[in-house]
């Protein structure tokens, strides 16, 4: 969910995004070989259709943040991929059962309407203050804290507001469940994150398969070469000077051939992963065909008799006859392979290990989890002493850990700046909370903020902006019950932790606009004033930046105006300062603070060569400019907020540019490189951005390094960064670029990520 909604699809292209996605769903439904994707796309299905309905019979208003005839904005929209709305309500639909448990247990109605009437009597007025006191419930979209809200006031001898709030949920008491879910336990303490619990990694451990050719190389080294053994070492008692069935056959060996084939019969009926042994032209179909056709009593014709000379010969040149010593000692070997455990049954062991802790949380110590496999376990479970837990199934252990977020990216179980901002709002919950003074009160607004992040974007256009948490009505009918100073004191503290996490656990990556989403959201509760920007997809871009844009430039020229930042890019960030005066003295004459800035799209556009923001390079390009002036909210977070990521700029900037040689060795032999390129550029400014901020001994230090950092990398690497590295260096020397952003030829360059003319320089084949 966006902050601010400045990524606008034209509504001409909605129904055909929707159709596309609909026949898409379609094709999935009806082809897909596994039932519960089927399903899933089956739901897909009705949930596309309700679009393409709704836009047809106007019910629906695409690109408004009220999409939904009827329904307020504070009301939760079901939404689908791309921000359509589908016209029903997230907390609406049948009754679940635990709402048809309630109306039993109350004795009313099996309807909402019912229930809601009962919850405001005093016998459920009584019954919402139990679970506000023991905090056994759980609230899964916003709407179901409404009724514990209203609980919470009438206790705390708020009545009026709670009369007030009441009067705004009555209209919708029959369709939206405003009844929170009961629970077993109350939610743990959330100062701690995880990526997953327990019970989700146990669900996706009870998940995996046998992996089927791993499994059927375990059943041909178990199974048919112990019995193709058994078939040579037979067909050998016929031999002589290595030549089979020289020797007469007798009744005893006949006999016993018959046994074989009946073991066969029936290790083929119980064995079926391994297929080999059923190939005429495999050695062991030759042996046991051969065998059969005796038995019967049949002789072998020439052609039969020579594959099977043929094959008993190769398999004794290839591993030595039965018992000999080269082959046993290879049988050994493969013996000791096939015992090994599987993946599987590992993941079996762990799943056991995992349904003895609580389900519904992180855990504190994985270690323990993950261990090999003990004495007591080998007993219970046949697997092997010491049988070490395989790396994939440890990753799905240790994704579980609880612990303080800086924990989990040092030891790597938040491996991405999007992973971070799935667990930021278990932070951004906590601290939110913290602001209420009552303890009930307090554990409510954690449970329905944690539930309010997962509210869906909305496609919206004309820069409107997505609902805010602070607008749903019982949160404004509790505002008056937030500690001013402690909530300010705890949102500043908790944004430039979050903030020196992301730019110091993640150098030279673009913060994700869920991440920015939550950074706003503690900003506004610190009551600061920051710009922070989000980044715009270049092919839904409709040319427009709101004012914070501007603003945010403004602060960037403030920490870096007269650094190599600015020489870099060849920013006047005076001429900025200057625009967002005329701006705001234009907005003061005439009355209103317009939303956009025209003056800084026309700068963007003028900077970019494509004043037109026509094609999606176009775009893209303009889009990138903002990003260079703005810093992308890096000089928000320095300059503004505060942060002071450890242990200097010099570090982050040598850690940039290892960033942007790992990316840019994915450009050679890329089919399509451009977003490797465009995340390239993204590390580059940041890299910039990091030496704008070193003294000049510490950039001339990180300077001299790039090449041996370069030269860790595969060869093409250093060849493609040298116009860029040699630009770098040139500005830093007190040199500049010409207007198309080279020098020295071409063998300079300005790095940037999109190219709205041809091929990008940085694709082009290294010379060898």
């Known amino acids: 969910m966006n902050d601010d909604a400045e990524q606008q699809l034209p509504f001409a292209g909605g129904p055909p995004y929707a159709q596309a996605q609909l026949a898409r769903a379609f094709g999935t439904a009806l082809t897909h070989e596994d039932a519960a994707t089927r399903r899933r796309a089956e739901e897909r299905i009705r949930r596309w259709r309700s679009v393409l309905d709704g836009i047809a019979g106007g019910r629906l208003s695409v690109g408004s943040r009220t999409p939904v005839a009827g329904l307020p904005a504070w009301v939760t929209p079901e939404v689908v991929r791309g921000g359509f709305a589908t016209g029903a309500a997230s907390a609406g639909g049948p009754l679940l059962p635990y709402e048809r448990d309630a109306a039993r247990r109350s004795g009313v109605p099996a309807e909402r309407r019912a229930l809601f009437a009962y919850s405001l009597t005093e016998a459920g007025?009584?019954?919402?203050?139990?679970?506000?006191?023991?905090?056994?419930?759980?609230?899964?979209?916003?709407?179901?804290?409404?009724?514990?809200?209203?609980?919470?006031?009438?206790?705390?001898?708020?009545?009026?507001?709670?009369?007030?709030?009441?009067?705004?949920?009555?209209?919708?008491?029959?369709?939206?469940?405003?009844?929170?879910?009961?629970?077993?336990?109350?939610?743990?303490?959330?100062?701690?994150?995880?990526?997953?619990?327990?019970?989700?990694?146990?669900?996706?451990?009870?998940?995996?398969?046998?992996?089927?050719?791993?499994?059927?190389?375990?059943?041909?080294?178990?199974?048919?070469?112990?019995?193709?053994?058994?078939?040579?070492?037979?067909?050998?008692?016929?031999?002589?000077?290595?030549?089979?069935?020289?020797?007469?056959?007798?009744?005893?060996?006949?006999?016993?051939?018959?046994?074989?084939?009946?073991?066969?019969?029936?290790?083929?009926?119980?064995?079926?992963r391994c297929g080999k042994h059923r190939k005429p032209k495999e050695n062991l179909a030759i042996l046991r065909a051969s065998l059969e056709t005796t038995v019967a009593g049949r002789p072998l014709d020439a052609r039969r008799l020579g594959l099977l000379r043929h094959a008993v010969s190769s398999m004794v040149r290839?591993?030595?006859?039965?018992?000999?010593?080269?082959?046993?000692?290879?049988?050994?070997?493969?013996?000791?392979?096939?015992?090994?455990?599987?993946?599987?049954?590992?993941?079996?062991?762990?799943?056991?290990?995992?349904?003895?802790?609580?389900?519904?949380?992180?855990?504190?110590?994985?270690?323990?989890?993950?261990?090999?496999?003990?004495?007591?376990?080998?007993?219970?479970t046949g697997l092997p002493v010491g049988a070490a837990v395989p790396a994939a199934i440890r990753q799905v252990v240790e994704s579980t850990l609880s612990a303080p977020v800086g924990t989990l990216i040092e030891r790597g179980v938040v491996p991405s700046a999007e992973v971070l901002a799935e667990l930021v709002p278990q932070l951004v919950a906590t601290t939110t909370a913290r602001a209420y003074a009552d303890a009930a009160l307090r554990r409510l607004m954690a449970a329905h903020y944690r539930a309010f992040t997962r509210r869906r974007s909305l496609l919206l256009l004309n820069l409107e902006r997505q609902v805010r948490v602070e607008e749903l009505p019982w949160v404004r009918a509790v505002a008056g019950q937030r500690a001013a100073d402690t909530a300010q004191d705890d949102a500043?503290?908790?944004?430039?932790?979050?903030?020196?996490?992301?730019?110091?656990?993640?150098?030279?990556?673009?913060?994700?606009?869920?991440?920015?989403?939550?950074?706003?959201?503690?900003?506004?509760?610190?009551?600061?004033?920051?710009?922070?920007?989000?980044?715009?997809?270049?092919?839904?871009?409709?040319?427009?930046?709101?004012?914070?844009?501007?603003?945010?430039?403004?602060?960037?020229?403030e920490l870096l105006g007269g650094t190599l930042y600015e020489r870099y890019y060849g920013i006047?960030?005076?001429?900025?300062?200057?625009?967002?005066?005329?701006?705001?003295?234009?907005?003061?004459?005439?009355?209103?603070?317009?939303?956009?800035?025209?003056?800084?799209?026309?700068?963007?556009?003028?900077?970019?060569?494509?004043?037109?923001?026509?094609?999606?390079?176009?775009?893209?390009?303009?889009?990138?400019?903002?990003?260079?002036?703005?810093?992308?909210?890096l000089a928000t977070l320095v300059g503004r907020i505060g942060i002071a990521p450890e242990p200097g700029p010099a570090d982050l900037a040598r850690r940039c540019f290892r960033t942007v040689c790992r990316l840019t060795a994915r450009v050679h032999d890329h089919p399509r490189p451009l977003a490797t390129i465009k995340d390239a550029a993204y590390a580059w400014r940041h890299l910039v951005f990091h030496l704008a901020l070193c003294?000049?001994?510490?950039?001339?230090?990180?300077?001299?390094?790039?090449?041996?950092?370069?030269?860790?990398?595969?060869?093409?690497?250093?060849?493609?960064?040298?116009?860029?590295?040699?630009?770098?260096?040139?500005?830093?020397?007190?040199?500049?670029?010409?207007?198309?952003?080279?020098?020295?030829?071409?063998?300079?360059?300005?790095?940037?990520?999109?190219?709205?003319?041809?091929?990008h320089w940085l694709s082009a084949p290294p010379a060898v």
């Open 125 to 272: 007025l009584a019954g919402l203050c139990r679970l506000l006191d023991d905090g056994c419930y759980e609230v899964a979209v916003p709407e179901e804290a409404a009724l514990l809200t209203v609980a919470w006031l009438v206790r705390s001898g708020q009545v009026a507001e709670a009369l007030e709030l009441v009067d705004v949920l009555e209209p919708f008491a029959g369709q939206l469940r405003f009844l929170p879910r009961p629970t077993a336990a109350p939610a743990p303490d959330a100062s701690t994150v995880h990526r997953r619990t327990v019970g989700e990694a146990g669900q996706a451990l009870a998940r995996r398969r046998p992996h089927a050719a791993v499994e059927a190389q375990r059943e041909a080294l178990m199974v048919w070469q112990p019995f193709a053994d058994e078939l040579l070492a037979h067909w050998l008692e016929t031999a002589e000077g290595g030549r089979v069935l020289v020797r007469t056959p007798g009744e005893d060996w006949l006999a016993r051939g018959a046994a074989l084939l009946d073991r066969y019969r029936r290790l083929a009926a119980v064995h079926t």
């Open 318 to 380: 290839r591993r030595g006859a039965p018992g000999s010593v080269p082959h046993s000692a290879l049988r050994a070997r493969q013996a000791a392979q096939a015992a090994l455990p599987s993946h599987h049954a590992l993941a079996q062991l762990v799943l056991r290990r995992l349904g003895d802790l609580p389900q519904d949380v992180g855990a504190a110590d994985v270690e323990s989890l993950v261990v090999a496999v003990t004495e007591e376990e080998h007993r219970e």
């Open 492 to 557: 500043l503290s908790t944004l430039r932790h979050l903030g020196e996490l992301a730019v110091q656990g993640f150098p030279g990556t673009l913060l994700p606009n869920p991440l920015i989403r939550e950074l706003g959201s503690l900003a506004r509760q610190a009551d600061l004033d920051v710009p922070l920007v989000e980044e715009l997809a270049a092919d839904i871009f409709m040319g427009t930046f709101s004012r914070k844009f501007l603003t945010a430039a403004r602060i960037a020229g």
């Open 572 to 633: 006047d960030y005076a001429a900025l300062r200057n625009l967002a005066i005329v701006e705001t003295s234009t907005a003061l004459v005439l009355g209103h603070q317009p939303r956009t800035s025209p003056g800084f799209a026309r700068l963007c556009g003028e900077r970019a060569g494509a004043p037109r923001h026509g094609s999606v390079a176009e775009c893209g390009a303009v889009i990138e400019q903002a990003q260079i002036l703005t810093t992308h909210n």
């Open 695 to 759: 003294d000049p001994g510490e950039q001339a230090r990180v300077l001299a390094r790039l090449d041996e950092e370069t030269a860790r990398h595969p060869w093409h690497v250093a060849a493609r960064l040298a116009p860029a590295v040699a630009g770098l260096r040139l500005v830093a020397g007190g040199g500049g670029f010409g207007p198309d952003g080279t020098a020295r030829g071409g063998a300079a360059r300005r790095f940037l990520g999109w190219s709205a003319r041809g091929r």
